[in-house]
């Protein structure tokens, strides 16, 4: 959660303050991180249908904060991300991997390492499509907080 608020911390209207974030691969930008936001975003969509959950603990959400997101995205975004997490839930299971796993998937298919692996490649489109529409809002803000 705290790095939800430092990433957001360059949007217009925020107040930033200094932190103990440094090293933690969290990032100030002014008009807000459009990285930080479409790794959210996809996080959402994607650990409801595959990260395994102890029932008896309750079922967690992984919803981040709407306030993070300065626009919604497109259909064409928001089915292509449906599309992508039905193949990575038909290839790893329905809740069937642990949180750290898909932690590290994620963070894979937010990255721009070389693979042939179709799930993450499609996962890494979306992420780039998310990227994409979140950025236009935070360049926008970025030259006005400049």
Do not use: H
């Not at 949180?99 to 890494?124: G, H, N, Y």
């Amino acid at each position: 959660r705290e790095s939800e608020i430092v990433a957001q911390g360059g949007r217009m209207g925020a107040v930033t303050i200094a932190t103990n974030m440094a090293g933690r691969g969290t990032d100030i930008l002014l008009g807000g991180n459009s990285e930080f936001m479409a790794r959210l975003k996809l996080r959402e969509y994607l650990f409801p249908a595959v990260v395994k959950q102890d029932s008896s603990q309750g079922i967690k959400s992984f919803k981040a904060s709407d306030s993070v997101f300065p626009v919604e995205l497109s259909q064409g975004v928001i089915d292509a991300a449906k599309a992508a997490v039905e193949a990575a839930t038909l290839t790893w299971g329905e809740r069937a991997i642990p949180e750290l796993e898909a932690e590290e998937k994620l963070s894979f298919a937010c990255e721009k390492a070389a693979t042939e692996d179709p799930v993450m490649l499609s996962l890494r489109s979306v992420f780039e499509a998310m990227v994409a529409e979140y950025s236009l809002v935070c360049t926008e803000e970025r030259n006005k907080v400049k």
